[in-house]
């Protein structure tokens, strides 16, 4: 028989109560704390849905807009200030529209923009086109060409924000595009992440020019043949081929300046520039021979 045992049966005799070891507690981590709450302005209205105008007539003023889906590092600046040189097209630098957004602050504001009927994507939809519209008016031409390359990402929501959208789709060989956006920066931009940075763009180019109707167009060829090029392209845009396209370089096309269209000396030219030699095959990284395949440069 234990002295414990002997001591608590002794205990229980005189007092009714026994000693028990106390179970040490162990540590609890504490609860986690809940995210923190987004701003009003921050947070989008419930339900939000990517749709069309639900009222074309009061919900657009751009008719017919065109949009020139590229990679980077493709020539769409070249084609941009080409394009910028007809009488009748309007293509302005890249403008990012697609990257501004709506921040409702207060419920009455909230509450009121869904009496009206407006999903949040709705509200944003109508400053995207009342940004563009302005540029194109005072322009005093008739038709707008867009040409951010990361429009790419969101050639879905531009297609449903303007369904009699018309777009071009520049491609350009994929080591082309490449070799040009490492040598922009080649120490920030080292091959091992050009391939992977540029094949995203290239990636969902080409799943836009699948699904949606348009007019292809290859760099090389526009170098080659710009006024060949530029017929073509004019016939789709259902405009007369002005010769003033291929002397870019006497207008005015707004500073060509890093982060919103090219700004290196090519561009600067104001003349076309013949493209880079094509690389041979045994030079392009075997994540590109998908792509290059499908767009025909293997």
Same mark, same amino acid.
């Given at each position: 028989?234990?002295?414990?045992?002997?001591?608590?049966?002794?205990? =229980?005799?005189?007092?009714?109560?026994?000693?028990?070891?106390r179970?040490?507690?162990?540590?609890?981590?504490?609860?986690?704390?809940?995210?923190?709450?987004?701003?009003?302005?921050?947070?989008?209205?419930?339900?939000?849905?990517?749709r069309?105008?639900?009222?074309?007539?009061?919900?657009?003023l751009?008719? &017919?807009?065109?949009?020139?889906?590229?990679?980077?590092?493709?020539?769409?600046?070249?084609?941009?200030?080409?394009?910028?040189?007809?009488?009748?097209?309007?293509?302005?630098?890249?403008?990012?529209?697609?990257r501004?957004?709506?921040?409702?602050?207060?419920?009455?504001?909230?509450?009121?923009? =869904?009496?009206?009927?407006?999903?949040?994507?709705?509200?944003?939809?109508?400053?995207?086109?009342?940004?563009?519209?302005?540029?194109?008016?005072?322009?005093?031409?008739?038709?707008m060409?867009?040409k951010?390359?990361?429009?790419?990402?969101?050639?879905?929501?531009?297609?449903?924000?303007w369904?009699d959208?018309?777009?071009?789709?520049?491609?350009r060989?994929?080591?082309?595009?490449?070799?040009?956006?490492?040598?922009a920066?080649p120490?920030k931009r080292?091959?091992?992440?050009?391939?992977?940075?540029?094949?995203?763009?290239?990636?969902?180019?080409? &799943?836009?020019?699948?699904?949606?109707?348009?007019?292809?167009?290859?760099? =090389?060829?526009?170098v080659?043949?710009p006024?060949?090029?530029?017929?073509?392209?004019?016939?789709?845009?259902g405009? =007369?081929?002005?010769?003033?396209?291929?002397?870019?370089?006497?207008?005015?096309?707004?500073?060509?300046?890093?982060?919103?269209g090219?700004?290196?000396?090519?561009i600067?030219?104001?003349?076309?520039?013949?493209?880079?030699?094509?690389p041979?095959?045994?030079?392009?990284?075997?994540?590109l021979?998908?792509?290059?395949?499908?767009?025909?440069?293997?």
């Amino acid at each position: 028989m234990s002295w414990r045992y002997r001591a608590n049966a002794t205990l =229980e005799g005189l007092t009714g109560y026994t000693l028990t070891r106390r179970l040490r507690k162990e540590p609890q981590e504490p609860a986690p704390k809940p995210p923190p709450k987004l701003p009003l302005e921050l947070q989008r209205l419930p339900g939000d849905t990517i749709r069309g105008p639900v009222d074309p007539i009061h919900d657009r003023l751009l008719r &017919e807009p065109v949009f020139l889906l590229s990679s980077v590092r493709s020539g769409s600046t070249l084609l941009r200030v080409m394009l910028n040189s007809h009488s009748k097209v309007h293509s302005p630098i890249e403008t990012h529209f697609r990257r501004m957004t709506v921040g409702l602050g207060t419920e009455p504001l909230r509450q009121a923009m =869904e009496a009206l009927g407006h999903a949040h994507s709705d509200i944003e939809h109508l400053m995207w086109d009342r940004l563009l519209h302005r540029e194109l008016s005072r322009s005093g031409k008739p038709i707008m060409a867009e040409k951010t390359p990361s429009n790419v990402f969101a050639w879905r929501r531009i297609a449903t924000c303007w369904p009699d959208a018309r777009f071009i789709f520049l491609l350009r060989h994929p080591m082309s595009i490449v070799q040009s956006w490492h040598e922009a920066d080649p120490e920030k931009r080292p091959m091992t992440t050009a391939v992977p940075r540029t094949l995203t763009y290239m990636t969902h180019l080409e &799943e836009a020019r699948t699904r949606l109707e348009g007019h292809t167009l290859r760099y =090389e060829a526009l170098v080659a043949d710009p006024e060949a090029e530029l017929r073509r392209l004019c016939l789709f845009l259902g405009i =007369e081929w002005e010769p003033a396209m291929l002397n870019y370089g006497r207008q005015d096309h707004g500073d060509f300046v890093k982060g919103i269209g090219d700004w290196r000396d090519k561009i600067r030219a104001g003349t076309v520039v013949a493209g880079r030699p094509l690389p041979a095959r045994d030079e392009i990284p075997g994540e590109l021979h998908e792509i290059c395949r499908q767009w025909d440069y293997l």
